[in-house]
């Protein structure tokens, strides 16, 4: 199978708005939201290739800048061989009768003034479809018949139809300029899931008829692992793993992929599973974490080498150590707070109260509460003691100093597993690390991820 | 961005647009059609070569016209607008005493339009679609549609002429102006009637907007949440709804400003109230183009300065302003 | 063959006239009871006002005292001059039927130099954006920055006896087409539609470019983009159509402001000069002759009063049926 | 229809009677033929049409539905919080044996907050914008039990840190828009955790959270379901989160309660067609191959509801009788009840 469209090292970042008056400030800076960053993916011929992830990781944008509907930062993007970002406008217009895109919200994708037929028959009449006005609303009858409505409807309004009926109309207008791919943006999340059965019918049904490659964008994994052939997942702006469907589903190889499909419910109560729980929020895509992009939620980030606690320990040190750098703590207004509790306030028992707080997670519903290796005990309270004496910096140097993770020094590459078209970014398939990690801890590398990979 | 730096944006934001209206009214004076220096004077001046000469060397006529603009600009920045040859007084002293009777009649207005409108909204809103909302909102567009110099002629009309053939003296003085060393009473006789006309349309708009501004904010999520979480009624309206409801009042009541501008302008007239609006009225009948210059860009930059202070009280108001 | 097309192609437009006639009855229908009366007021007016010679027997500038009876000065309402007379023997009422034309072309003349002005200004700045964005919006902001009533006085006071259509001969040609106003060209009534209409554009330019870059969001617009279309294309054909509800809506209130407006300009003696007959001038005539001749100032005032008013209430009509966000009132679940 | 369907006996009971049968006197919260409508000037949608359930001391009861089935309007008439122009009209809401709809408006306020708390689907509007973190957390606690400001911020910082917001005594003074999604949800379960309650009535919960973050919050719930004892109502459009976390559900569609009962149990044997239908159409994220079923056509009009079974006309297995008879839910089982006539339907 060759392959269709092919992006190679797409990047696209917005600029929070920018002006005359934040550049005179010499404090601000012009953040940058790094939504899409070097992704490369193809999709080939007749595939259909399923991009995942959760809100912000960047998946709308790729496509987006894939097809120019926003203009890319960097990285090419080639279709059927000819490059799309070099293409002029016009060439740009005749690429567009080559990809359609099927968007989110069918409330908000049809123009509520356009009745149906005008819907259909503007995309045909840009791209000289059909002799005349005749020819083309019996094309646009004939379409929405195959989209399961009738000729009846040509002349209603976008208002007068269901969810689901919409989106019909919206997959009858992308195919009326008969494109060779279609871009479905999550199709079916605004759907109920009756309606989001039928419409997943019709997609595939089309596909399959017409010999259409599809992207198909979801944040949906059980709906992707039914429509796909492959999927990418993606987490801020990168992939993190692309692989065959069943592999990627039974086999996952990423933590985040394995989170993540451990976090679906299943509609199947009697199915008690090993829910891998990710700490934290989704971060934004300003000022992504450094190094793989995950290791601040990853369950599996790699210790430090002589790490002998376990590892929900070691994320907490990360974590509170991350908090520290962002200035997240403080002294006083903890000390405040044990004062209105009529707590002790003295600087012990604050030290106290940040450790509780921060590393055993006492009191917290939905935590474990862990303890430190000794030796990790003392370095953490000894920079908490910093802290409370007003010496930030220097309570994070000195985790710097004993605790960093690699996962944090640099970016992951895709490395291959098995047949070759199993790929992840992972510190943990790169045997470099895995050598280093394995050395001290056999414990890792049992629950690690290593477990799967051919060897 | 937080609230400290909002505030310097939005105010050196305000460099460009008063500059604009600067040169705005600047130009409009200078690019009149006919002779700008005749134009300026009025005309037993414009009759004076002396005058005339004096004027233009002033107006430093002879020089490309950025460098007159400079020169100008120059002048008001050290808050001098000029002489005015239709009243013989400089035109910085003539809107010193004048702003100052304007600004009692607007406050007083502002007061009454305050007062009246905010709890009204706040009913109309609560009983929405009851014969209390209906009758509100014909009244509030009532106060719209008036035209406020007919209700000052009436008013005089009413309560000053009939009223005295009625009673023998006037419940109001049929215009003028007084000040607090008359004594209360005759103060009040004399600023309430203009200020009650001026205030009546400001209301009526502010009212319009509470009542719109709380509907919307009655129909939130949030006022749910605070009924779920058990919050008295009365709580729940005043303290929850009211004070997410008058964000966007104060906007309006900030643009408003314009409006009792725009009013003192005509009402003054009817009162013969000494304001600043009567004061650009006589200028503006006299062909005095230098006061008429004076006030516009006075009461501009007042107008401009009022919206920067309401932008601020938004941005304390809402939390979220400042992180746009 | 050829004939056939071009009867269905007539057929289709007189279905399309159809289709607007009956979604008018309907928005009609939808509006509550002020707002239909509202309506009725304002249809009523227009009538009077349009066929003014067909309602009333004498010309407005007809002095009664000199052709009838010389009584016939400040004279109350009587069934022949049901709104009495004037100083100079004109009646009341004829005056305020052709009142009604000043006002009401006023009115739309202004607000229809506003909405073209503003909707050019508002739809560029927000679907360019950009440096344009910025430089178009700092003008109005400018713009905005003076009183209206200010800037409009002073404007009028700085063309003084001169009209605009010295300074813009295209444009008084225009007008000088149109029935009425075409007589009109010469009188200062021509810089009050002007100044006017240049005064609330900046209005109708933010209403504008903020409906352009809320509907430039929507995802159809998008869809549009990714059929091919032109930038053009979209803007004329997805955007402004979809943006144009609050502007219409807006449009209705300014009307009604700029009936008040030019009332007070006119009572001012800024506005329209005679001979036209306006109902600010009237007012502003009556108002020395008080409290004895108290016809002369109090029809005017009533009259503008009914007319902005219902105007207003129409307006507020308008806004319940098409403002999307009372649209959206959450139903069950 | 094949042999193996028959009607039942007593197919023609009416809500009452249905209620009687679903209902028993000693649970928490005991819900009777409720109805609830919107009357507005054209039409009367009746958005809960009879509906009957029990929530038992310690239990999470789900009920679950599509978009317009009258789930959230359920959950809103239990604390009687429904929005205008609706009402409940109809039933009982009996929590801990004395009926909610017949108190007074003070001492419904009274309850709410306190003894019967809700979060809702929206963290992000379902707080006020322009009040603090720590002043909304510990309102409850200041309208309830009368703490002072300041008690009731120390409070609150303690609610925060035990619902899992990190650095919660400086968190306490952020505003909403501060927050991301999951920590908003979570100051909205610590605002309703504030009195303690006997029961949280959770209106989808997870539905504008991505899945990761929806794991979080369920664990979260679940969690304190355990801790505290406290009865739990999770109203959801998912049967994931249903079978994920609920003992007992209640399936709803077009304003009745059609399955009701223990949630393996259902799952493993569903006994309405709706029910089936819903099952079917769901993909299942650990199944490979999966052909979905579709229900066909649409929820019906409720302020026009079909005669007979509202599900009929969208009912593969749809009978003359079933579009005559309307069916009331009667027990098919141990702690299993369905409003189909038939026994077997299929």
Redesign the interface.
């Known amino acids: 199978m060759s392959s269709l469209l092919t992006i190679d090292g797409l990047t696209k970042h917005f600029s929070e708005k920018d002006s005359l008056i934040r550049r005179l400030r010499p404090d601000q800076e012009v953040r940058t939201v790094r939504a899409v960053d070097d992704v490369s993916l193809d999709v080939k011929e007749g595939e259909t290739l399923g991009l995942v992830g959760e809100s912000g990781c960047g998946k709308s944008t790729l496509a987006r800048a894939a097809v120019r509907l926003i203009e890319p930062t960097d990285g090419s993007v080639y279709f059927d061989g000819d490059e799309v970002t070099g293409f002029s406008r016009s060439e740009l217009r005749e690429f567009r009768s080559e990809v359609q895109v099927v968007f989110q919200d069918p409330f908000a994708s049809l123009n509520p003034r356009y009745t149906v037929a005008k819907t259909l028959m503007e995309p045909m009449r840009v791209h000289n479809i059909g002799a005349n006005d005749t020819e083309r609303r019996e094309r646009a009858a004939s379409l929405l018949e195959r989209c399961g409505l009738g000729a009846e409807h040509l002349d209603r309004h976008p208002h007068e139809f269901s969810g689901g009926q919409r989106q019909r109309i919206a997959i009858a207008r992308a195919l009326s300029v008969e494109p060779s791919m279609l871009i479905a943006d999550e199709p079916v999340s605004a759907l109920d899931v009756s309606v989001q059965a039928r419409i997943l019918n019709l997609l595939d049904e089309l596909r399959e008829e017409m010999g259409l490659s599809m992207l198909f964008i979801s944040h949906d994994m059980s709906i992707v692992r039914r429509v796909c052939d492959r999927v990418a997942v993606m987490y801020l702006g990168k992939i993190a793993e692309v692989a065959p469907t069943d592999r990627l589903f039974t086999d996952p190889q990423h933590p985040y992929t394995q989170a993540l499909l451990s976090a679906i419910p299943v509609p199947d109560p009697t199915v008690e599973r090993d829910r891998v729980h990710l700490e934290g929020d989704v971060p934004t895509p300003i000022d992504p974490p450094s190094g793989c992009r995950f290791h601040p939620r990853c369950p599996k980030v790699i210790p430090t080498e002589g790490w002998d606690g376990s590892q929900a320990a070691w994320q907490r040190v990360l974590a509170l150590k991350r908090r520290l750098a962002a200035d997240e703590l403080d002294a006083e207004t903890t000390r405040e707070h044990l004062e209105d509790e009529r707590k002790s306030v003295s600087d012990d028992a604050v030290v106290q109260e940040l450790y509780d707080e921060h590393v055993a997670r006492k009191g917290v519903a939905d935590a474990e509460t862990v303890s430190l290796p000794p030796d990790a005990n003392d370095t953490v309270k000894s920079a908490l003691q910093r802290l409370v004496a007003g010496d930030r910096d220097g309570a994070v140097a000195m985790l710097e100093r004993s605790y960093t993770t690699p996962c944090a020094r640099e970016e992951p590459s895709l490395t291959t597993h098995g047949a070759g078209t199993h790929q992840s970014a992972c510190h943990l398939h790169d045997p470099s690390f895995v050598t280093q990690s394995k050395s001290q801890n056999g414990e890792l590398a049992v629950d690690g991820i290593a477990s799967g990979d051919a060897r | ?1 937080s609230t400290s ?1 909002y505030a ?2 939005r105010t ?2 305000l460099v ?2 008063l500059l ?2 600067s040169l ?1 009214t600047f130009l ?2 200078r690019l ?3 002779d700008p220096v005749v ?1 300026m004077l009025p005309p037993e001046a414009a009759a004076q070569q002396n005058i005339v000469n004096e004027l233009r060397r002033e107006m430093r006529l002879n020089e490309p016209l950025y460098i007159q603009y400079t020169y100008w600009l120059w002048d008001v920045l050290h808050l001098d607008f000029g002489y005015s040859y239709s009243q013989s007084a400089r035109v910085t002293s003539l809107i010193k005493s004048s702003a100052w009777a304007t600004a009692q009649l607007s406050f007083f207005s502002f007061i009454i339009g305050v007062i009246v409108a905010v709890p009204t909204g706040v009913i109309s809103a609560v009983k929405k679609d009851t014969w209390v909302d ?1 009758v509100t ?2 009244a509030a ?2 106060g ?8 000052a ?2 008013m ?2 009413v309560f000053a ?2 009223w005295q ?1 009625w009673f023998g003296a006037p419940l109001i003085p049929s215009g003028g102006y007084a000040t607090l060393s008359d004594g209360l009473g005759t103060y009040l006789r004399h600023i309430l009637p203009p200020a009650t006309v001026l205030g009546t349309g400001f209301a009526a708009l502010v009212m319009r907007m509470t009542r719109s501004s709380m509907v ?1 904010v009655l ?4 006022v ?10 009365k709580s729940v309206l005043m303290i ?1 709804a009211l ?2 409801a008058l ?1 966007p009042v104060v906007t309006v009541m900030g643009m408003q400003i ?2 009792l ?3 003192a ?2 009402i003054e ?1 009817v009162f013969q109230w000494p304001g600043i ?1 009567r004061l ?2 006589m200028s ?2 006299s ?1 005095d ?1 230098v006061t ?1 210059q004076g ?2 860009l006075f ?2 930059t007042v ?2 300065v009022a919206n920067l202070v309401v932008d601020l009280l938004y941005a304390y ?4 302003i400042s ?2 | 063959m050829a004939i056939d097309t071009k009867h269905s192609e007539n057929r289709s437009v007189v279905d399309q006239v159809g289709s607007r006639v009956r979604w008018l009855v309907a928005v009609y229908r939808r509006l509550d009871l002020s707002a239909q009366v509202s309506f009725w007021i304002v249809a009523a007016i227009s009538v009077a006002a349009a066929a003014a010679p067909l309602i009333t027997p004498y010309a407005p500038g007809e002095q009664l005292a000199i052709t009838a009876d010389p009584a016939l000065k400040l004279h109350p309402p009587t069934p022949a001059n049901p709104m009495g007379t004037d100083l100079y023997g004109r009646d009341v009422f004829t005056r305020l039927v052709y009142g009604a034309r000043s006002s009401l072309a006023v009115g739309l003349l202004a607000v229809g130099i506003a909405a073209t002005i503003g909707i050019t200004a508002g739809s560029i700045a927000g679907y360019v954006g950009g440096w344009v964005d910025e430089s178009i919006m700092r003008v109005m902001d400018i713009l905005i920055s003076f009183p209206a009533l200010v800037l409009a006085i002073t404007l009028v006071g700085a063309l003084g006896s001169e009209t605009v259509i010295t300074i813009l001969p295209v444009l008084g040609e225009l007008l000088a087409s149109l029935p009425v106003v075409g007589s009109w060209t010469s009188n200062n009534i021509i810089n009050v539609i002007f100044v006017i209409g240049l005064v609330y554009s900046p209005q109708i330019a933010r209403v504008t470019r903020g409906e352009v870059l809320r509907t430039s969001e929507e995802e159809f617009v998008e869809a549009a983009e990714n059929t091919g279309l032109s930038r053009v294309r979209i803007l004329v054909q997805h955007i402004l159509p979809n943006s144009m509800a609050p502007v219409l809506v807006q449009s209705t209130f300014l009307v009604a402001t700029a009936i008040l407006f030019e009332a007070s300009l006119s009572y001012l003696g800024l506005g329209v000069q005679p001979p036209i007959p306006t109902w600010g001038v009237m007012i502003s005539n009556g108002q020395g002759y008080l409290p004895d001749s108290w016809w002369w100032t109090t029809f005017p005032g009533l009259a503008i009063m009914v007319t902005v008013l219902a105007l207003n209430l129409l307006g507020d009509g308008l806004r319940d049926e098409f403002d999307p966000r009372s649209a959206t009132d959450g139903g069950p679940n | 229809m094949s042999d193996a369907q028959t009607t039942l006996s007593d197919a023609d009971i009416d809500a009452e009677t249905e209620a009687a049968q679903v209902c028993s006197d000693d649970s928490l919260l005991s819900v009777r033929n409720l109805q609830t409508r919107f009357q507005t000037a054209g039409e009367t949608v009746q958005a809960v049409d009879g509906v009957s359930f029990d929530i038992a001391e310690g239990e999470i009861l789900g009920i679950v539905g599509e978009s317009g089935c009258g789930k959230s309007v359920t959950s809103l008439s239990l604390m009687d919080i429904v929005p205008e122009p609706g009402e409940v009209h109809g039933g009982t809401v009996r929590f801990d044996g004395e009926d909610i709809l017949t108190k007074s408006p003070e001492e419904k306020r009274q309850l709410r907050g306190n003894r019967v708390s809700m979060v809702f689907q929206e963290p992000a509007k379902a707080l006020n914008p322009v009040f603090d973190i720590g002043w909304q957390v510990g309102e409850p606690l200041r309208v309830h039990e009368n703490l002072t400001k300041s008690a009731s911020r120390a409070k609150a910082v303690e609610l925060m840190r035990r619902v899992g917001i990190p650095s919660p005594e400086e968190r306490v003074d952020d505003y909403p828009h501060e927050f991301s999604g999951g920590m908003r949800q979570r100051a909205m379960l610590a605002m309703a955790l504030a009195c303690t309650p006997d029961l949280l009535i959770a209106d989808e919960p997870t539905t504008a959270l991505d899945v990761t973050i929806e794991a979080q919050i369920l664990d979260l719930i679940q969690e304190l379901n355990v801790q505290t004892s406290m009865s739990v109502l999770i109203v959801t459009h998912d049967l994931g989160v249903v079978a994920e976390v609920c003992d007992r559900v209640a399936v709803m569609y077009a304003g009745r309660v059609v399955e009701y009962g223990d949630v393996e149990d259902i799952f493993a044997n569903p006994q309405h067609p709706y029910t089936k239908g819903l099952i079917d159409c769901v993909p299942d994220p650990t199944a490979d191959e999966q052909s979905l079923e579709a229900i066909s056509g649409t929820v019906p009009n409720l302020a026009d509801t079909p005669e007979g079974c509202n599900f009929a006309p969208r009912c593969p297995h749809a009978t003359d009788e079933c579009r005559q008879i309307d069916p009331r839910m009667r027990a098919v089982g141990d702690d299993h009840y369905s409003a189909c006539l038939w026994e077997d339907p299929s």
């Open positions: 961005m730096n310097i944006k050196l934001l460009p647009v604009g209206v705005v409009f004076i009149s059609p006919s134009a209906n909102r014909v567009f009532g719209i549609s008036l035209p406020g110099f007919w209700v002629i009436m005089i009309l002429l009939f053939n919307e129909q939130e999520e949030y749910r949440t605070a009924r779920a979480k058990g919050v008295k009624e929850h004070r997410n964000i314009g409006f501008l725009n009013g302008v005509v007239q609006g650009l009225y503006v009948l062909q183009l008429v006030i516009v009461i501009a107008f401009v108001l809402d939390p979220r992180y746009e």
